[in-house]
């Protein structure tokens, strides 16, 4: 992108934080899915912003496509986002509106909505226009004010701040230190500009949103790589200019590829070790496994098993485990009623503590933080 071996070492970098990177998307295909078109979309357009080309007009476009597939509005909003902040940091550093430049993404834009309003005229056809409001407005917008209350993902405005420790690991220092270093080379240099707004425009979108997840914040991987990998050409030249002053020059040198070496290999040891122990410890005890299979072990029994007030993550791994879509209870009339029905009704139903009378509390699970308690009448 700049310098002749940036990308080498930018390509090095990706490949040491790959497990970083896996360790949080494995979970959430269309988290994976967001991050590859978000970067696909961005990158073709910055490769359009140099030389606009038919590639780099289909990898854009592919790139919107992808994204939006996956996160609906998000897919949107996420290279959206980036794409304002550089357009207009790069207008307002040359002082002249290029207009161009803005017309350009927005068309393609449109061309790479198309498979998205393909499917949201299916959706049209099966579900009508409530469905419609559910995916555009329910569950995008919703998320970003707070409306939505279902999905479960809301966390305080600073929850990505304290997340910055363990975001793009190992090189997260890297990065950060990278922001701060090339603060003053953004007007000449405008990869430097265009990757660092990569990180700064997403990462205060995100804040702002209501709902937060780390995920997310993988769709800044890329960008951070490159800053990563543009701050280790600087401490690079750095080390050369020591060594070249330095009386013990020839020592440094012949220590420095094995100390790289060993650096490197103690971070890919402590990966592996992590996702052979670590994770699949912290597996058990946040899996929904264990409390699907309860309700598949009351099923068996001849009882009938409702939802109540589920949020997205206990709906998606009922769907997921069970194969099958439990009922599900929105207010504690209906919960009333469908126990009340039948002796063989159970309902499933988070809370911070257990449930009162005339509600009996059959078996209470633990889920990460959360007590499940299965009750009946």
């Avoid at 896996?22 to 030389?51: I, P, Y």
């Avoid at 606009?52 to 854009?60: H, I, R, V, Y």
């Avoid at 020839?250 to 122990?277: C, D, E, K, N, P």
């Avoid at 410890?281 to 009351?298: H, M, V």
């Amino acid at each position: 992108f700049g310098r002749p071996k940036t990308v080498a070492w930018t390509a090095g970098i990706l490949l040491a934080t790959m497990a970083s990177y896996w360790s949080n998307v494995r979970g959430v295909g269309e988290d994976a899915l967001l991050a590859l078109g978000v970067t696909t979309a961005l990158l073709g357009f910055f490769q359009a912003q140099k030389a606009s080309t038919p590639g780099s007009s289909l990898l854009f476009v592919v790139g919107i496509a992808i994204a939006t597939l996956s996160k609906g509005v998000l897919g949107l909003a996420m290279p959206g986002v980036v794409i304002f902040a550089y357009l207009l940091a790069d207008n307002l550093l040359d002082k002249r509106l290029k207009l161009g430049d803005w017309l350009r993404p927005g068309l393609l834009t449109v061309v790479g909505l198309i498979p998205l309003m393909i499917w949201l005229a299916v959706l049209y056809q099966h579900g009508g226009a409530q469905a419609l409001k559910e995916v555009l407005l329910t569950n995008s917008v919703g998320r970003f004010s707070g409306s939505f209350v279902e999905a479960g993902h809301y966390e305080p405005f600073y929850y990505y701040l304290a997340k910055l420790p363990e975001a793009f690991l190992p090189w997260n220092i890297l990065v950060y230190l990278g922001l701060w270093h090339f603060r003053k080379e953004l007007k000449t240099h405008r990869y430097l500009l265009f990757f660092s707004l990569w990180i700064v425009a997403q990462f205060v979108m995100l804040t702002l949103a209501s709902s937060k997840r780390t995920v997310y914040l993988m769709s800044m991987t890329p960008a951070a790589a490159v800053i990563a990998a543009e701050y280790v050409g600087v401490l690079f030249e750095k080390l050369k200019a020591y060594e070249s002053s330095s009386r013990f020059a020839g020592r440094i040198a012949r220590h420095r590829q094995a100390l790289g070496a060993t650096v490197l290999t103690v971070i890919i040891a402590s990966y592996l070790g992590a996702a052979q122990w670590a994770l699949p410890n912290a597996d058990k005890k946040l899996s929904f496994l264990p409390l699907t299979e309860q309700i598949q072990t009351l099923q068996a029994q001849g009882h009938q098993v409702a939802l109540f007030q589920a949020n997205e993550r206990l709906g998606g791994a009922s769907v997921f485990y069970t194969q099958q879509v439990l009922k599900g209870l929105d207010t504690d009339a209906q919960l009333r009623e469908y126990l009340s029905a039948s002796p063989s009704h159970v309902a499933v139903m988070a809370g911070d503590s257990e449930p009162a009378a005339p509600l009996k509390v059959l078996k209470t699970l633990i889920v990460g933080r959360q007590a499940y308690y299965f009750v009946g009448y």
